[in-house]
């Protein structure tokens, strides 16, 4: 497999060299330069493994024998998972009523970004190894890829890890995460401004590619490619649990049996949608839906073209998804304009020099079908993303479509459901009167899991078998703020 930019240059260049570059030579992402088809016998196979086994038949898609001989690469990714509290390392639960959820807060940080992150750091510390080289890795986070980061390298002898935290933007847990590694070869600095503004200078470092290879600096954001490719496999785990025992996984005209399921994606960055599309890609019957707070720069792209930045980062209780900047849309455009490299340097260029871009008709309507947006709040109703907190909340991570509430959202508090949607349509966004604020935030979580079951199931009823999901905030004991990715089954 031969990867390329997403802006045209770079062809023909190895998975390695695509790991290590961050961005490629002309501000690009690396994207392979054919999305592989799956075929209906590999589905049916795929659908018996394990989540480290379809992980390795993914990865191995996509990395070269040559690279990263097939046994070293389960090794690798055996190692990564290793460390994930669950034996299963995802989990996958039935709600009720074709309801679904994929826990992928299994990790040593409980973030989501823990899978990839882990498996990464393996891939990277193999090629060091192998050429008894040394880097140092750049990390720019709005509050847990940080943390994962750290917890996937500390202690590396041919890593340093650099880690770029915004000033008072993260939970409490996700800067002890960071700033309790007392190992020489991490090194963490706050910095002031959102996790977009601190974005900016590193994509202008990873420009200078003459600078970054004389130094071996490497960034393991999600505009690396090696994270993007390991979390297509939460896509087809999620797709095979949703519809087992249901439709699909025998027969020749497997393809045909298989049902669609829609995938509830928290949005940020859009490394997860990213992921998906290259599922669909795949030949995945995936349908994708983005789920945004009020840095709803995706969603007002996928409405009516308009990609442009919205201000300032509004500072939400889903840190994680606070970002105007979604970079990885760029890697999204690529496949949904078939590699038209010119097109998307053209609107990625626009984006990055005034903040704004108005797709091109066709461009829309194609990244439109890939991604779908939310149906406004009337016509669907959704449960919540992430939006939960504990009383340790800073005050800056209050909920910001109701900016002088003297409490954490309200909703968050409570572990009410309080969805990115309803608050574009509520300015008050909140639709409780304020709870007594010094609930207990696991009885918080517990009874947003209660909530998120119940809306579930009338929300099924209600729309008879029609597959509907969402995401829900899962474990907010700590006020961190990790979102599970839902699922639910047509
Ligand atoms: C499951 C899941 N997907 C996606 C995201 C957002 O990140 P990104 O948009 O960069 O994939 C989150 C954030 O917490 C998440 O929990």
Redesign the pocket.
């Known amino acids: 497999m031969k990867y390329v930019s997403t802006r045209g240059a770079a062809a023909g260049s190895s998975f390695r060299e695509a790991l290590f570059s961050g961005y490629a030579v002309d501000g690009g992402l690396f994207m392979p330069e054919e999305v592989p088809r799956v075929s209906a016998d590999t589905l049916r196979q795929w659908r018996a493994l394990s989540y480290p086994q379809l992980v390795q038949n993914i990865c191995s898609l996509y990395i070269s024998p040559d690279e990263i001989p097939v046994q070293e690469l389960g090794a690798l990714i055996e190692r990564a998972l290793s460390r994930f509290a669950h034996s299963e390392v995802v989990t996958f639960k039935r709600l009720r009523d074709g309801l679904n959820v994929l826990e ?1 807060f299994h990790g040593p940080t409980m ?2 970004k823990d899978l990839a992150m882990c498996c990464l750091a393996q891939f990277i510390l193999y090629f060091l190894q192998k050429e008894d080289k040394h880097v140092t890795i750049v990390v720019g986070t709005s509050g ?1 890829t940080g943390g994962s980061a750290i917890a996937s390298l500390r202690g590396a002898k041919r890593a340093d890890v650099v880690v770029l935290l915004p000033a008072g933007r993260c939970s409490r847990v996700q800067e002890l995460h960071m700033t309790t590694a007392m190992e020489e070869n991490v090194h963490v600095f706050t910095v002031e401004g959102s996790s977009d503004d601190l974005d900016e200078p590193i994509r202008r470092l990873f420009a200078d590619s003459e600078f970054t290879s004389r130094h071996g600096v490497i960034s393991i954001n ?1 505009i690396n490619w090696g994270r993007v490719l390991v979390q297509v496999a939460h896509h087809f785990y999620a797709y095979f649990r949703c519809t087992d025992g249901g439709g699909g996984g025998g027969g020749a005209e497997v393809e045909e049996e298989m049902p669609t399921v829609e995938v509830v ?9 990213a992921a998906g599309c290259v599922a669909r890609w795949m030949g995945l019957p995936i349908r994708l839906l983005c789920a945004v707070n009020q840095n709803d720069v995706v969603h007002r792209a996928l409405r009516s073209g308009d990609f442009s930045v919205d201000g300032a980062v509004k500072p939400s209780l ?1 840190s ?2 606070d970002i105007q900047v ?1 970079y ?1 849309m760029e890697r999204v455009f690529h496949l949904c304009s078939d590699a038209d490299t010119a097109l998307v340097r053209d609107v990625m260029t626009r984006f990055y020099e005034s903040g704004q871009a108005n797709l091109p008709a066709t461009l829309q309507t194609r990244t439109g079908s890939a991604l779908r947006r939310p149906r406004p709040p009337s016509s669907r109703r959704w449960l919540s993303a ?1 939006a939960f907190a504990s009383r340790s909340t800073p005050r800056s991570q209050r909920c910001a479509a109701s900016p002088s509430a003297a409490s954490p959202c309200a909703a968050a508090t409570t572990g009410t459901r309080c969805s990115a949607t309803q608050w574009h349509a509520s300015p008050a966004g909140v639709r409780r009167p304020p709870p007594k604020r010094n609930v207990d935030a696991r009885t918080a979580a517990r009874t947003a899991a209660r909530t998120a079951a119940r809306t579930a199931a009338r929300t099924t009823a209600r729309s008879a078998r029609k597959l509907r999901l969402a995401t829900y905030g899962a474990e907010e004991v700590f006020s961190m ?5 839902v699922i639910s089954v047509c």
């Open positions: 992928l973030a989501f847990d999600s994606v928290p949005t940020g960055a859009a490394g997860n949608a889903a994680a998804i979604p990885n992430s703020h990790t979102c599970t990715a």
